[in-house]
């Protein structure tokens, strides 16, 4: 079944599971100024596995939104 169909029949997407997590991890980043997490600290404050934690953060890096130091924290790019 392709994500098409997957989609057309009613069963969330991969894109649909991954947003709400988007979400609550800028929501995070808002709330408290100065947050730096490294990639294992996200998963545990999260509750996620670490491959689904480490989706979020790149995908937050990618828009522009989180920026990764020298040694692979992440906190707000207007911050770094």
Partial sequence: MSLLESTLAGRPTLDD???PLLHRARS???EMPG????????A???A????TSD???DGLTSA???ARTR???YLLASEA
């Fill in 28 to 30: 995070e980043f808002l």
């Fill in 64 to 66: 522009g939104f989180l």
């Fill in 17 to 19: 599971t991954i947003a």
């Fill in 55 to 57: 989706r979020v953060l």
């Fill in 35 to 42: 947050l730096l997490l490294t990639p294992a600290q996200a």
């Fill in 71 to 73: 040694d692979g924290a």
């Fill in 44 to 46: 545990r404050l999260w």
């Fill in 48 to 51: 996620l596995d670490r491959p």
